[in-house]
């Protein structure tokens, strides 16, 4: 099977719910939450894509760089590649339930361990997390992000997480409003500072805020004890009109990285994205909408293709702006 074997597939299992855009701008999709798409206009999502398309590489080819290393450590972990997978879940509401949630996240850790990586595993309404949960226990590897539910639920949801075998845990703070979880009758709400410094002494696992669009919340994270950060609008999927998250990057990652774990998200879709988000200050990148193409084009195989065609990307992008490993990633790569 190759890439555009596993597209052409999941362009067929998606049909109604995601076009496959031959390029992912995020605007015939506005308005699809649940769904694929960003809230309202769609505007945050599109935010993200065009940030990243205003950034420009130098291009250098006359030195030696000609193999990079494109490894990175994480949470105790040797990957292959500086890019894991975001929490995708929610199958049952946002892909009409045309894959089971079990089978959904499966998908996403083998995929991710047989390519050298790993992924994240979500939250949501009903059962969902059960689900995730016995695939985590199943497959061995994974973090697991838990909606920003009330104290008490989040502590007893990584105490299941621990069990399960997690190498770490996450509280998307960003899903405060998420449609899904409060139309379902759920409680999700903002995390104080307070709430957030108890959920980090409750765990000895290594805790992430995903959410983060501020420096003065990335850095209110790291003080309450946070091991690491995303910078993410959660895809452009619960609040219309925020700056794409490649914008915002370089003022966070320059006040807290030599605290905690810089990571980030936000309209990844190749290589070179990668290596523009690591370039501003990011360890690692998480992708979300292209691993569920993967899953739903080819399973766990679709989802390995995914991180080895952003390996190779990326390997050439370095190769092209003289870059010979992830940690030497900076500024100077960039036509700023």
Known sequence: MKWDEVLGNAREALRGICHLCPICDMKACAGKVPGIGGIGTGGSAKNNYEALREIKFRMKAIHEVDKPD???ELFGQKLALPVIGAAVAGARVN??????????AKAQLEGALDAGTIAMIGDGPGDLYENTIDALTEV????????????????????IAEEAGALAVGIDVDAAGLVNMRKSGEYVGPISCKVLEEICSKTALPVIVKGIMTEEEAVAACNA??????????????????????????????KIKDRCVVLADGGVRSGSDVLK??????RAVLVGRPVVWGAFGGGRDGVRLLYEKLADELSVAMILTSCQSVAEASTDLLAL
């Open 140 to 159: 061995g590897k994974g973090i697991v992000i838990i909606k920003p539910r009330k104290l008490d639920e989040i502590i007893r949801r990584i105490r």
């Open 95 to 104: 892909f009409s339930g045309r894959i089971e949630e079990k089978e959904f």
């Open 277 to 282: 988000f690591l370039a501003l200050g990011a």
């Open 70 to 72: 494109i490894g990175v």
């Open 225 to 254: 004890g946070a091991d690491a950060i995303v910078v993410s609008n959660h895809g452009g999927r619960v609040l219309d009109d925020l700056p794409g998250t490649v914008s915002v990057l370089p003022k966070i990652a320059s």
